[in-house]
């Protein structure tokens, strides 16, 4: 038999009996403290050295009631009987690898990786198979390592910026084909114009970096300064043009490879969904990591672009291109207009070559990912940016004038320009492998940044609240997943071809700029700080810029796909409306008045034992949780409720309102560090029940759905417990299923038709 120590309040477990043991553990009734204090341990006296010295002893030692009512209930630790390598006098230590939970404060446990594992036989094979793809999960304390250097923001958050270099240039010359041949030498000038636009946006979102040190992107700006829907119609107008971006740059990295090899054209569609799965695989492994994946292919492409501007000025220099320094070639190949040169021609040329400032705003959106000083840091990598743009641009535009290249389908401008600057040789194949490359991992620009905003969204009630979880790398994975499937649909819509997409794109993202930098301009005349005049100015005149080109591009690109951009913006903006509505009509339906709700004192101790404990989840002080409660009286005096978190402040903040509220009932709150629901509350019930000899009875209170996009827009995770707690012995379930459609004073001491099991 186990023998059992109440003098020292510990059960001696030998390794080989740990088992068979548990239910030899004693109650929580036998060991309680003698004159307020807690036994300390002590060898028991039957017991020999020889039998207590065996190093790979472990006893489990009864935890008392330290932190009064509020207390968790738990009173198990496991230990390990150790020896001082000197005295060989017995101590104890915990073990901390089989610890379920952590204590933190009276009141307030911790969920470890132990308690957190996936408990079903399908959550655990879903739990393996994500082990292998993306890594083992991360605790949410391990965010602020997840944080990005310089360099590696530069990687993530500027691909898309710098790749756009690769096919700017031919969007620009596309369009002034169609005045013919002879007028491919405008595009230079309008080049030149696009980087003096790039050099007034930078400036621009160096103030607002600046303003929003914790994150300023369109959405923020806009709904700060200047209201609700401009905030809806910059976020609406972002998202788009993220999913765009996406589809855009696989589809251009295809290109070049299909350029540098033929024989694979008619599989870009194919090859362009994989490269999409590829790069959310990369992204749901995490920030930092994918910073890591995603930094080698950036910066060898600057590296191979950068030799071909270097050497292709060099050659241009020496006179060994057609062009000279000062003159540019005549086209290599003549092509009839198909209309004239006009402004309006220009306009269109422009407004396409405006893709290359796509993505400029992801850094401003992304402040909160840099190491510290992540404001200083944001703002140096934004002007890295920048200066990098604006070299490749206009060096690759310079040298294709100097080439007299002429864009057609089957090859793409930089490809050309890569053939004669290089040779057919081994580094023109590595210069494609890089622009290739790059391009791919363009999307990942979206990837950091279409999930940061689809979070703000949600933590606005603006959309569905489950886009603001992290994931298991501390990723916003609902929101990569939903990016990645609309980009592959539009590549399979559009079959993969760049030229299809780009009149959707660009549309958006200046709408986004010009919302921000007038909701900046409202922001410096209303606060007035230092420097607001300087800074006024400067973000005036990019909301002037971005404006005038926002008006250029929606009126050039209209009839060409323009308006499937708008239509989307716009049912966007209507979706978050509706969303926020029903958030905001929920909330009125189970809001309670704290002030109002009658006072109750905490019942005194009876003589006659309890036969329930009652524990009750609950997600908030409403009316759901009031009406649970209620119901738990009903059935014992002893009702614990139950409070999952990762957030330590918001959990804090629910705890005074609820001893302010209801003070009869403990409110016990368990950090999931791991952002886990199921496991953790099924660990803390499997440990109640066995130290306690009364019935564990557990309460679920839930809402009935009237309609099916209501199960999409509330996490009921407390259903998932049923299936695990259900047949349980000494355990029952009772639902508590709230009629939000019901008036409210029929809920609360509503009983009826609640089902227990």
Known sequence: M?????????????????????????????????????????????????????????????????????????????????????????????????????????????????????????????????????????ATSQLIHERLTKMKALAIFSSDVLSSSAYATEE??????????????????????????????????????????????????????????????????????????VSVSVAAGVAAVTSAVPEVHDLRVPMGVAVVALITLGNLRGVRESGTIFAAPTYFFLLMMGALILTGLAKVMLGETPGSLLHEAPPQEQV??????????????????????????????????????????ARTTLTMMAFILGFIFIGVTFLTSRYGLVPNEKETIVSLLGRDVFGDNVLYYAYQAATALVLFLAANTSFADFPRLSAILARDKFMPRQFAFKGDRLAFSNGIMLLAGAAALLLIVFGGNVTNLIPL??????????????????????????????SLVINGTGAIATAAVAVIITTTKLSGGAWISIIAMGSLVLMFALIRRHYD???????????????????????????????????????????????????????????????????????????????????????SPYRAFVAPMLAYLERLDEQEHMRITVILPTFVPRHWWERILHNRDVLRLRPFLKGRPGLRVVDFPYQLYEEKHAQRHASGGAAAA
């Open 585 to 671: 009509w929920f909330q009125r339906r189970t809001a309670v008045d704290e002030n109002s709700l009658p006072v109750r004192v905490p019942p005194a101790p009876s003589s006659e034992a309890p036969r329930d404990h009652v524990i009750v989840p609950v997600d908030g002080l409403n009316e759901i949780a009031l009406g649970a409660i209620s119901m738990a009286r009903e059935i014992s005096p002893l009702v614990t409720t139950v409070h999952l978190t990762d957030d330590r402040e918001q959990a804090e903040e629910l705890r005074k309102r609820w001893e302010r509220a209801v003070p009869d009932v403990p409110l016990l709150i368990i950090e």
């Open 172 to 245: 620009i010359l596309l369009v002034l084909l169609l005045a013919g041949s002879g007028a491919l030498h405008n595009g230079l000038p309008i080049a030149a114009a696009i980087v003096l636009l790039l050099a007034i946006v930078t400036l621009s979102y160096r103030q607002t970096i600046k303003a929003y040190p914790s994150g300023g992107g369109a959405y923020i700006v806009a709904h700060d300064n200047l209201g609700r829907t401009p905030g809806l119609i910059a976020a609406g107008a972002l998202l788009v043009d993220y999913v765009l971006t």
């Open 336 to 377: 009839v207009a198909t209309q004239g040169l006009s402004l309006w021609l220009i306009f269109r040329a422009f407004s396409s070559g405006c893709s290359a400032l796509t993505g400029t705003e992801a850094i401003s959106n992304g402040v909160p990912a840099f190491k510290p000083p992540e404001s200083q840091n």
């Open 505 to 534: 794109y660009a549309v958006g993202v200046f709408v986004s700029f010009t919302l921000s930098q007038s909701g900046m301009v409202r922001h410096w005349w209303r606060l007035r700080e230092t420097g607001w005049r300087g």
């Open 2 to 138: 186990t023998e059992l120590n109440h003098r020292g309040s510990f059960v001696r477990i030998p390794r080989g009996r740990r088992k068979s043991a548990k239910s030899s553990l004693p109650s929580r009734s036998d060991d309680k403290p003698v004159d307020g204090h807690v036994p300390v341990w002590a060898p028991p006296d039957s017991v020999t050295s020889h039998e207590v010295g065996h190093p790979s002893e472990r006893i489990v030692i009864p935890r008392h009631d330290r932190a009064g009512p509020a207390a968790s209930g738990l009173g198990i630790e496991l230990r390990e009987v150790r020896f001082g390598s000197t005295a060989r006098t017995p101590y104890l230590r915990v073990v901390p690898s089989q610890l379920s939970f952590k204590s933190v404060a009276p009141g307030y446990i911790a969920a470890t990786e132990v308690s957190s594992r996936p408990r079903g036989r399908i959550e655990r094979t879903v739990q393996a198979i994500k082990r292998v793809a993306l890594g083992s999960p991360f």
